[in-house]
Nanobody, 119 residues
């Protein structure tokens, strides 16, 4: 499975971005999918994840209410809608797929997309 993340960019504080993670090679409809991020000099941290069916989703406290994770299994794609962005959201965002392993060591990682939020 290859995960291709896109949609990052430069945005002003208070703005919005929508990240996409397109999977190829096989269907990921049975996988839980998620997003993590890593800011310069910091460890990678979990941001959001969604169950294989899309019914259940989870968020880290700092983004709850501002970010929304969703998925379209027909398109083999997961999304992260990010609203009310803050400078502290600046990071490289990675998507991940988990079926047999754990969120600390996912089955697959995407290559990352840079999000920069200016004050």
């Amino acid at each position: 499975v290859q995960l291709q993340a896109s949609g990052g960019g430069l945005v002003q504080a208070g703005g919005s971005l929508r990240l996409s993670c397109a999977a190829s090679g096989r269907t990921v409809s049975s996988y839980a999918m998620g997003w993590s991020r890593q800011a310069p000099g910091k460890e990678r941290e979990f941001v959001a994840r969604i169950s294989s069916s899309g019914v259940d989703s989870y968020y880290t406290d700092s983004v709850r209410g501002r970010f929304t994770i969703s998925r379209d299994n027909a398109k083999n794609t997961v999304y992260l809608q990010m609203n009310s962005l803050k400078p502290e959201d600046t990071a490289v965002y990675y998507c991940a797929a988990v079926l047999m392993r754990s969120w600390s060591k996912p089955d697959y990682w995407g290559q990352g997309t840079q999000v920069t939020v200016s004050a």
